[in-house]
């Protein structure tokens, strides 16, 4: 099987997030990146497919040179190899952009397989994946937990509202946004660190792709959230307030 | 004096088949020791070269060589009965060297030591003194080994020691003997004849049992890889750990091959002793076993047939095992060297390690929660930030950060150098300092931690650090040198400690026992600072196993974050010696020690003692 994840590099979950002095977006010095949490699961389902039916894992990310390293992350943690789309510009370009980039550098490789994360932890879309099976004319799917190859193409178990699930069958080849939670994911190793410095990293470039679209959304500005605190206090003898908290969080807050 | 009493008999002359028989037995006997012996040199030969050994200092080497082997200190002092008769075998085997020479060029008339002389009959007489203590003592070991049979001998009967026993009496028996009869009579050849065939049937005995301590121990005492449970640097890129023979060192081998089974890191280990897989002796025997089936070159891993993956990763690294052995086998670097062997490869794999290492590798702490819990709790209590102008750095750690009770002692250590006017900061940013992922065995991980957390403190200008936790202390000083110079490191208790005329001695009849945490004794050699420190609060008692005997609270070696164990929990164990004490106060050094024994007390129900680090204790007697 031969599998593409599409992964992105955002800034660390406990990164301390400033506006830029332009007013639309963070300012990135001083940012700690990571490997964007659902891309995470993508490479893992990808891994363990390719554990159980062999094949190739191949990420793809695009971005500016820091990138680098969250793709050698990937081939650390088992990718065979990796096409790294250089770009400087990703801010400026929309999510169809995007998305068009990365069909660009993924097309020639005629994937079986093409996962990536559901949405990412810094600008939150989810559009990217799934413009991007658009762009390439493939199925898709959303929300994947799992992912099972079946004798015609593969079966699905996706995530559906208040813990049900929906399991679906599609052909191959198709592209996945995964979920998630849907696997353990396995720790970095010394050995794959080692390994990954002699995996094959093919760079190019957005002219190369002969990709240069104009953005169709553009970003506005940035701002951090209001902090609101409205405590209430709910008065009475003990019994009345716990009536009056359970009436809260069932209508109001609907937790229970 | 000296001449009316008997002096050695020895045959005055031998015929030429007895030369002849004596000369064919001896070479027999010396080529089957060879062969095995020189099989086993070979194999420790054979291994990887320890890279990081360096002889020098060599003075350090001596003095140990001197104190543990010849004096047999270390065998006396922490196993004193058996020890000492150990040591008497030991004495009477030097001072028989020659007398053993002599014994065997009389059977060529060449005898160097004449029984009739003053120096030869001086040194016979001593050597009898000798000889009838290593009598005794060997029948004492004779006693306990199959009457009294220690359950740290192992559940098995060893029948070679035994027979190993039986002739060093004869040996002793023999010598003895020949004091009481004279040259000419037939009883001098006998006795003669005797001791030389026990001898020689002793000599080949050796490669095939324990008792190869005898040729390879002092050795390796003098050889020891220096420090304390020290972890060595792997060498070059591929090098990941002990993940089979092909890595195994030449310390390593050495080590495995002169075990003498005595049993003493199983009986102080913590979990040996409550019901775990983790046995060190067999940890050290399954190297062997693999040695002898497989060799150094294989490519057979090291966990699965001949030590188990399971055992290795129980071990708290409390490093009560390698402080036991009296022959200075380095169990923690080999556990550890396993444990590196399985996770730097990938091939350990484990629910709770596997969170761990991703909250490190994508966060900053090992309890996996945002910064801004720490930031939250920095503001709350008023901590001033490091700036540079302050003496001192108050390095929280992930649980005096973000652990409700180790908040709790840092915050009383705070107020206690408020009080002695010391100036310091805590950091705005601090990451975990790797301790649980280096003992566990991600060296990549452990090399993000020290390298981010180094640059941090080099940024920031950081020359003196002080902290509640002594994992914390163990890891920026020893650990972190591999990737950098840390700044000096110091715990809490070696602080107050230097203040303590200058601390509130509280008025108060309270009886306090304190535990020794293994990262502050035995890893740090500190034990008297705390105690003088905890004196302050009340009278101290101390608790049955202490100070170098301290029993592990079994947080340590990553293990406070790997979940249930199975068996009797450690720290429930260690908790109901500290309340046997009956003391009112259990005064502890250590956040993780204190996490441990909060939920073992409250285990124990209503009359449990209460539980304070000893900066709590101090803080408690300042002024509001």
Not at chain 1, 102 to 111: G, S, T
Not at chain 2, 308 to 327: H, I, K, L, M, R
Not at chain 2, 565 to 593: M, N
Request: with cysteine; glycine share 8%.
């Amino acid at each position: 099987m031969k599998i593409i994840v599409a992964i992105k590099q955002v800034p660390e979950r406990d990164a301390q997030v400033r506006i830029n002095a332009a007013g639309k977006w963070i300012e990135e010095v001083d940012l700690q990146y990571a490997l964007n949490e659902s891309d995470a699961y993508a490479l893992e389902e990808a891994l363990q497919l390719k554990e159980k039916h062999g094949g190739e894992v191949t990420v793809v990310s695009a971005g500016p040179e820091r990138v680098g390293q969250t793709i050698r992350e990937a081939l650390a943690k088992g990718a065979d190899r990796a096409i790294y789309v250089a770009s400087n510009d990703l801010g400026s370009r929309d999510a169809l952009g995007v998305a068009r980039l990365l069909a660009a550098a993924i097309q020639p490789e005629n994937p079986d397989l093409i996962l990536t994360g559901l949405q990412s932890e810094d600008l939150g879309l989810g559009q990217t994946g799934v413009i991007l099976a658009e762009v390439l004319g493939l199925p898709h799917a959303s929300l994947i937990l799992h992912v099972e190859k079946t004798e015609t193409g593969l079966t699905v178990k996706r995530e559906l509202e208040e813990g049900w699930f929906q399991t679906i069958e599609l052909p191959t080849p198709a592209v996945l946004t995964i979920q998630s939670g849907g696997n353990k994911l396995r720790y970095a190793t010394l050995m794959g660190i080692k390994r990954a410095k002699i995996k094959e990293v093919r760079q190019v470039t957005a002219s190369d792709l002969g990709v240069d679209v104009p953005p169709v959304v553009l970003m506005e500005g940035v701002t951090m959230p209001h902090k609101q605190k409205s405590t209430q206090m709910l008065g009475g003898s003990p019994k009345e307030a716990a009536a009056a908290l359970v009436e809260k969080l069932k209508f109001e807050v609907r937790v229970l | 004096m000296i001449a009316i009493l008997p002096t050695l008999a020895e045959p005055q002359s031998f015929s030429l088949s007895e030369k002849l028989l004596f000369a064919a037995l001896a070479m027999a006997s010396v080529y089957s020791f060879w062969n095995l012996f020189g099989r086993i040199l070979n194999k420790i030969l054979q291994s990887k070269k320890d890279s990081s050994f360096r002889l020098f200092p060599i003075t350090k080497r001596i003095w140990d060589f001197f104190w543990e082997v010849l004096c047999q200190a270390k065998v006396v002092r922490e196993r004193p009965l058996p020890g000492l008769a150990h040591a008497f075998v030991f004495w009477a085997f030097c001072a028989f060297a020659l007398v053993t020479l002599n014994h065997c060029a009389v059977a060529f008339g060449i005898g160097f030591l004449n029984p009739a002389g003053e120096f030869a009959r001086l040194y016979f007489y001593v050597a009898a003194a000798f000889a009838f203590a290593c009598a005794a003592g060997i029948l004492g070991l004779f006693v306990r080994r199959f009457l009294v049979r220690p359950k740290w001998l192992g559940e098995q009967l060893s029948y070679q020691s035994g027979v190993i026993a039986l002739l060093i009496f004869v040996l002793m028996a023999t010598y003895l003997a020949a004091f009481f009869v004279t040259d000419a009579g037939p009883d001098a050849r006998i006795l003669w004849w005797v001791h030389t065939l026990t001898l020689l049937t002793f000599l080949p005995l050796i490669p095939h049992t324990k008792h190869l301590h005898l040729v390879l121990s002092p050795a390796t005492v003098f050889l020891s890889r220096g420090g304390f449970a020290q972890i060595p640097p792997l060498a070059g890129d591929e090098d990941f750990g002990l993940v089979a023979g092909a890595d195994l060192t030449q310390l390593v081998s050495l080590q495995a091959y002169y075990c003498v089974e005595c049993g003493r890191c199983t009986e102080h280990c913590p979990a040996a002793n409550t019901g775990k897989l983790l046995n060190p002796k067999e940890i050290i025997l399954g190297v062997r076993a693999y040695l002898n089936n497989l060799g150094p070159a294989s490519d057979q891993p090291l966990l699965g047939k001949y030590n188990s993956q399971e055992a290795v990763f129980q071990c708290t690294t409390c490093g009560a095992c390698e402080f036991q052995c009296p022959v200075g086998i380095e169990h923690v670097p080999i556990l550890v060297g396993l444990r590196r062997g399985a996770v730097n490869t990938g091939a350990w794999e484990d629910e709770h390690g596997g969170k761990l290492f991703l909250a490190l590798e994508r966060g900053s702490n090992a309890l996996g929660l945002s910064p801004a819990e720490r930031d939250k709790f920095i503001e709350k209590q008023a901590l001033p930030i490091f700036d540079g102008t302050q003496e001192y750095c108050l390095w929280l750690g992930c649980m005096g950060g973000y652990d409700p009770k180790g908040r709790e002692i840092v915050t009383a250590f705070a107020r206690v150098m408020k009080f002695l006017g010391t100036s310091y900061g805590v950091l705005r940013k601090e990451k975990c300092t790797g301790d649980p992922v280096r003992r566990l065995g991600n060296d990549l991980l452990f090399q993000q931690l020290a390298e981010a957390n180094l640059e941090t403190l080099a940024q920031n200008k950081v020359k003196k650090i002080v902290t509640i936790c002594p994992h914390c202390v163990r890891t920026i000083q020893e650990d972190w040198k591999e990737y950098g110079a840390p700044p000096q490191v110091e715990h809490h208790s070696e602080f107050m400690a230097r203040y303590v005329d200058k601390l509130p001695k509280q008025p108060s009849e309270e009886k306090v026992v304190f535990h020794d945490p293994c990262y502050l004794g035995r890893y740090r050699n500190v034990y008297d600072e705390p105690r003088k420190v905890a004196a302050l609060a009340g009278d101290l008692v101390e608790a049955p196993r202490n100070k170098e005997r301290s029993f592990c609270c079994g947080a340590g070696g990553g293990l406070a974050f790997l979940g249930e164990e199975d068996g009797e929990r450690v720290s429930h164990k260690r908790a109901a010696e500290l309340v046997a004490t009956g003391a009112q106060t259990i005064a502890a050094a250590c956040p993780f020690c204190n996490t441990m024994f909060r939920d073992a007390l409250a285990a124990t129900g209503e009359s449990a003692p209460q539980l304070l680090d000893i900066a709590q204790l101090t803080a408690r007697g300042l002024p509001e």
